[in-house]
């Protein structure tokens, strides 16, 4: 069974320094996923990543992934308070019922 | 390109009421999954859908809840008898499927049970 773990769940942010989240999962899979979710409102996608040693970048985020390790991370440069938000990993199932499987969030904080 | 719509947005059931969720994919779009999230934790599957057929329910309960995406219409998640633990918010997401990659999640439908 896939499983996604995601940490730190909570980050408390200082403006303008830089933090990384984790994603491990569990089994092999070709897309890894990233989103941001602010409260109350839905899921808007960041980043897919599709390959091994995939890098993406947009602003202040870098999503990358190293399907050996089963590892992603979300790089956050010189952080802002827009920030603020939960950011999911999710990653898609290798099988005919293709899904996705979330892991639980990081929820972002950015203070001055 | 009107996206994934659901609706309603927020609905209220009494328990042991019945609560149906409607998903409508984005235009060209012919796969769609539905998720659940509680109060402060991550998305879980429920159930992927194609017209006319339940391609995975591995992730919906065994009783009270079933789903359905018919020929013509939206997809619809059916809730029979809710109860509290049911509230959270639904979220429907789609996808063109194949080849193609990439999942359009709609705004949800944050259902309580009073």
């Known amino acids: 069974e896939l499983k996604v773990e995601q940490n730190p769940l909570f980050l408390s942010m200082q403006e303008g320094k830089n933090y990384t989240i984790y994603c491990n999962y569990s089994t092999t899979s070709d897309r890894l996923y990233w989103y941001r979710q602010d409260p109350g409102k839905s899921l808007e996608s960041l980043f897919v990543l599709l390959s091994n040693g995939a890098v993406k970048q947009e602003g202040r985020l870098m999503a990358s992934l190293d399907t050996k390790a089963r590892l992603s991370t979300l790089h956050i440069t010189a952080a802002v308070h827009d920030l603020s938000a939960t950011y999911f990993c999710?990653?898609?199932?290798?099988?005919?019922?293709?899904?996705?499987?979330f892991g639980k969030g990081t929820t972002l904080s950015v203070s001055s | 390109n009107a996206g994934v719509m659901q609706n309603p947005r927020h609905l209220v059931r009494r328990r042991g009421q019945e609560a149906r969720l409607r998903c409508s994919p984005m235009k060209g779009h012919s796969h769609v999954y539905w998720y659940r999230q509680l109060p402060e934790e991550g998305l879980k599957f429920m159930v992927y859908?194609?017209?006319?057929?339940?391609?995975?329910e591995s992730g919906m309960p065994k009783e009270r809840f079933s789903a359905e995406f018919p020929k013509e219409g939206p997809s619809i998640l059916r809730i029979q008898q809710v109860v509290r633990g049911d509230s959270a918010a639904y979220f429907c997401?789609?996808?063109?499927?194949?080849?193609?990659?990439?999942?359009?999640f709609g705004s949800g439908t944050r259902l309580t049970v009073v």
């Open positions: 859908l194609q017209k006319e057929n339940i391609i995975d």
């Open positions: 999710a990653v898609e199932r290798n099988q005919a019922g293709t899904a996705l499987i």
């Open positions: 997401a789609s996808s063109p499927g194949g080849q193609y990659y990439g999942y359009t």
